[in-house]
């Protein structure tokens, strides 16, 4: 079998000067968002005696496919180091909505005990507890130490990238996958081409891969510039994920939208060409277009609602400490990190970020601006003013749940827009 793959997908280590999707040079700049740390990089106390790397975070948008990307890669094995913080089976509506996926996709695409499933970026094995609880075999790839603890709860994986090698590997012990599934891990991939190869290998003719990731369209019109950090090497739009995937014997044959991470965006992709195209694909090409997304003008208005979003989130954290009032942070989520570097907040101006007391980040400090990583029992037993949700896309939870540990401060939403809530409101 024929496994190359273009060149450009493999995205190189630093300065990328043409799109990471198409090879287009035609690049545009939407946002210089300055140099900045790695978002998930948090420091010890001892760290903070040394120094801190920074690396150019810039947003660029590409005329030919649409896509969005940064036009600086930081090496994998920086980004992924081996401690990488995130576990996702810390969020109660994160578990339950891997199961939903692993249900929906059992039943669309008629999965039994026969069937093999693939998780790339596997993480701690949440969504293939969903498959493996209806007997279907499942095998994880997860390239940090949280594959350990994945192992440890029954969930084979294996703690590597996944790329063709990987992909061998699991075919010779395995067999072939009927579908393949990754979860907010295409978006980061600098081995691309590696990657979808290795689908290509592993999957069984009319198998299918699925991906889920943060969704373009939902991005501009949400000005969530905070979804831009490291290891986001690009931000698809349908069309781009289109563009990708003709440049390989994968068909995009149905898209859905939801709301994680602000606004997502599930593509299936088909091994060949011969299961039929949703009217779903279709649909949102046109809504793509209709609401800009080919247009630089789209991108220089959203770059202006997020420099109005950042003057009037500083000038209310200013006055407010100005009138003595106390304002703190809530969840240290990576998006976090490049919206308080691109503000220019520090823990003078904000003293903490509070965390749920199972958080691997407590004890730690935000990169960049040092803020410290706090238990949130915090918040409850010091009842600041204002607490600023920085995970704002799961604001309603977290608003309710605060409220009813206790605690009696207002909220303030810093995006899609600038907004108080009040804690009565709640
Ligand atoms: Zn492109």
Redo the contacts with the bound molecule.
Sequence with gaps: MNLSYPKHHLVKTGHISA?Q????DKLHTILDLGHQPLCDTLLTKAMLNEPEKSYPLRMIW?E??T?VQIDYCVDGSEVYHPNYPYKSGVTKELVEYQVKIAESLIKKYNLNPNDLVVDVGSNDGTLLSGFKGTGIKTVGVEPTNIAKLANASGIETIQSFFDIKTSEAIKQKHGQASLMVTTNTFAHMQTLGEVIMGAYNLLKDGGVFISETHYLLDVIRGGQFDTVYHEHLRTYSLK?LV?LFDQYDFTVTDVERGDRYGGNIRVHVTKGKDRPVSAEVGKLLKLEEESGLGKIETYKKFAQRVRDARVNFMDFLISTKKSGKRIVGNSCPGRSSTLLNYYGVDSELLPYLAEQPASLKLGMYLPGKHIPVVNNQRLIDEQPDFVVLLAWHYAKPIMEQLKARGLKSNFIVPLPDFKIVKNSEV
């Design positions: 799109c999707v198409c090879n287009s590409c030919n496919c896509g781009s563009a």
